[in-house]
C-alpha cells in the first residue's frame, strides 16, 4: 500500500529546503532537486501549496523528466483532503463535462427559439380558423 500524505502535509513542505509537491495525485520531495531543475527553482517554489498537475502538463516535460520524478515520489496524496478547486480532473473527465454542458446549452439556445415559433404557430392557427 502506498504512503498516503495529506494535502495539509504536502502544503507545508514551501521552501527551497524542504520543498513538496502534487502532480497526479503523488507527493514527490524535490527538496535535493531544486538546484538541479532546468527552469530553475522559482518555478518549483510557485507551484507548492496547490495541485501542480496543469502547471506540469503545461510545460510538456519530457519522456526522462517523467521517469526522473519516480526517484522523488514519496507517496500518494489522500485525495478525502484535497480543497475541491485543488483535485485534479484527469482531461478526459473534464472533456466529458464540457460535452454536457454543451448539450445543456445547445438544449436551452433550441427552446429560446422553439418557444416563440410555437407562438407564432398557434396564433396563425387560431386566426386561419377564425377566418373561416
Known sequence: MANLISFH???????KNDCWILIHGKVYDISTFMDEHPGGDNVLLAVTGKDASIDFEDVNHSKDAKE???????GDVDQSTVPVTQQYIPPWEKESTAAETTKEESGKKLLIYLIPLLILGVAFALRFYNNK
Open 9 to 15: 502535509d504536502v502544503a507545508k513542505h514551501k521552501c
Open 68 to 74: 526522473l520524478m519516480k526517484k522523488y515520489c514519496i
